[in-house]
């Protein structure tokens, strides 16, 4: 026991030897909280809980998948992918569904991969057998080969003209110009498991998932008011799941999900 002379923190105390390895330690835990490149927390909105992924691109690399180019078969799953990554000494970081599909298990509008259009922009409109797809605007969102990302509706993304490295067509929009989309109804009815994504600034990608049903109304307000994006797309529904490396799965439920076509990834950078 210290005496009434030797008040100092035990800690002070600690022969040298000791207090390097703490002070690594201690160090380290803290560029580690610093330097994570993907983010997920959960948060809560309106009294339902989100899980929210923000990826920095200018430290990680954000990918599309849809199909093993060893053999050519769709993943079809988050762990598929996750399974041929490690077959390549890959670790998955973070992965979640693209945008909406047709019956034919194909992306329904544009789907580009690593500068390869697969998928034409589909600027059809109306379609009742498209769902979700046809409440207009519809949008897409990017990766340019510059590395930044951007949310904009399929209209302005045609006029654009830019060529992109990796995009995922969907929709509806739900926030287009700091503005909700406006044939969301406040208290709507329709409650599905929901997945969206933003660019809150060009290399700051934030992709989000409920927990539970919600409408489209508070899916849109959550990247509005609370993830403060000026442009977010909706992603998919019912379907939708992401997984974060050392948490798991979030979304809907497993025995919801069905087969994607299109997979966003980030997988850890290779060592050296």
Partial sequence: MPTSHDRRPLLRRLPWPLLVPLALLGGLAGCDRQ???VDSTEQVFEGQNFRVVSVDLRRETLSLHWKDPDNGEPYGTINALRQWGMSHGRRML?????????RQNAPLGLYVENGKTVVPLNLAHGNPASGNFSLLPNGVFAVYPDG???????ADFKADHKPVQWASQSGP???????????????SNSLKWRSGVCAKSPHH?????????VNFHTFARLFKEELGCRD??????TISQFYVDGEGYAGAPTFMVK??????AVFAQPTP
């Fill in 148 to 154: 930044h990302a951007a949310v904009r509706t399929s």
């Fill in 232 to 237: 977010a797309l909706y992603l998919d529904g």
């Fill in 259 to 264: 087969p994607y076509a299109g997979i966003f």
């Fill in 173 to 187: 929009m739900l926030v287009i110009d700091g503005k909700l989309n406006d044939q969301f109804i406040d208290d």
């Fill in 35 to 37: 330097a994570r490149a």
């Fill in 94 to 102: 973070f992965a979640a569904n693209a945008g909406i599909y047709d």
């Fill in 205 to 213: 990608v934030v992709f989000a998932v409920s927990e539970a049903p």
